[in-house]
Nanobody
């Protein structure tokens, strides 16, 4: 049984930083793909970061240089360090595993999701 638990969200002022965590159980993150998505009210869920096995990363264009994805193999945890936050970054953030291939930023291509963690930038 795969379970993902996100944490680390909260309220922050514009220009601030947050570090989101995604703890996985029943699934080995280090040797698989992980993605971070976000969703604002009334908008579609959009891809933020794609963490490939063994260290490669892809980011949505407007995240580049501000967001950094990483994995701690010992803790079986994925992270999303978010810097220089703006109001447009306010959303519920989710991690996902179980990629079925294809365009990673399409949410329907992922099998397992966490419950999300809310980020609010003022």
């Amino acid at each position: 049984h795969v379970q993902l638990v996100e944490s680390g969200g909260g309220a922050v002022q514009a220009g601030g930083s947050l570090n989101l965590s995604c703890v996985a159980s029943g699934y080995v993150i280090r040797t698989n793909h992980v993605a971070w998505f976000r969703q604002s009210p009334g908008k579609e869920r959009e891809g933020v970061a794609f963490l490939l096995p063994y260290g490669n990363r892809l980011y949505t264009d407007f995240m580049k240089g501000r967001f950094i994805g990483s994995v701690d193999s010992a803790k079986n945890t994925a992270y999303l360090q978010m810097n220089n936050l703006t109001r447009d970054d306010s959303a519920m953030y989710y991690c996902a595993v179980g990629w079925r291939g294809g365009l990673w930023s399409e949410s329907f291509r992922w099998n397992h999701w966490g419950q999300g963690t809310q980020v609010t930038v003022s």
